[in-house]
């Protein structure tokens, strides 16, 4: 059986992609999450994980907030570690500007998922048009649901309404779907 790896910054992460994954990909490739304790740990850590993985038919993809930094330079340092690790056809993905944007990308799913109403209507505001842009995405969707949503559980919540047709504004959001259908098709083919 095939594996599909995901390397993950924090745990909230992996709570909003397995409502989305097992939409993505089929029954017959099993899925592994390995959240780290943050961008720190990730950099300290993905190397030796990535080297220590025996098992064949194994693909990789490394999920990562942008947070303040630039985004091709983190995207750059993170595939440099793949690469050092043996592994240069892991897919490194990067959260523009934190993961939260996904979801103001989706602010339909943000709705369903929290039980509020009328925060799906704001889509067309300006900032919910490129939610990419926002270097502040977790305090503006705290603020946006009134304190309802949490880091953890709201991910867990959100993850399984978030929209996988291209509809979401987050670019990065969308280019991460991209890929994981690209991988999955790899690892189906093969």
Not at 68 to 73: I, K
Not at 93 to 100: L, S
């Given at each position: 059986m095939s594996t599909l790896v995901f390397f993950l910054e924090e745990p909230s992460a992996r709570e909003m992609l397995q409502g989305v994954v097992p939409r993505l990909v089929p029954e017959t490739v099993s899925v592994r999450y390995i959240?780290?304790?943050?961008?720190?740990d990730m950099s300290r850590q993905l190397e030796r994980k990535l080297r220590g993985w025996l098992a064949p038919d194994t693909c990789f993809i490394v999920l990562r907030d942008q947070?303040?930094?630039?985004?091709?330079?983190?995207k750059q340092e993170l595939a440099q570690l793949c690469c050092h690790a043996g592994r240069p056809d892991t897919l490194v993905?990067?959260?523009?500007?934190?993961?939260?944007s996904f979801y103001l990308g989706d602010l339909?799913?943000?709705?369903?998922?929290?039980?509020?109403?009328g925060v799906a209507?704001?889509?067309?505001g300006r900032k919910y048009r490129d939610?990419?842009?926002l270097n502040n995405a977790s305090q503006e969707l705290a603020r946006l649901t009134g304190g309802r949503y949490q880091k953890i559980g709201g991910s867990r919540a959100i993850g399984p309404h978030l929209g996988l047709g291209g509809g979401n504004f987050s670019h990065s959001f969308n280019v991460l779907i991209s890929g994981i259908r690209t991988v999955v098709d790899q690892l189906t083919a093969a």
């Open positions: 959240p780290f304790e943050g961008k720190q947070d303040s930094g630039d985004c091709m330079q983190v993905r990067i959260a523009c500007h934190e993961i939260e339909h799913a943000v709705e369903l998922a929290l039980q509020l109403h209507g704001r889509q067309g939610p990419d842009r």
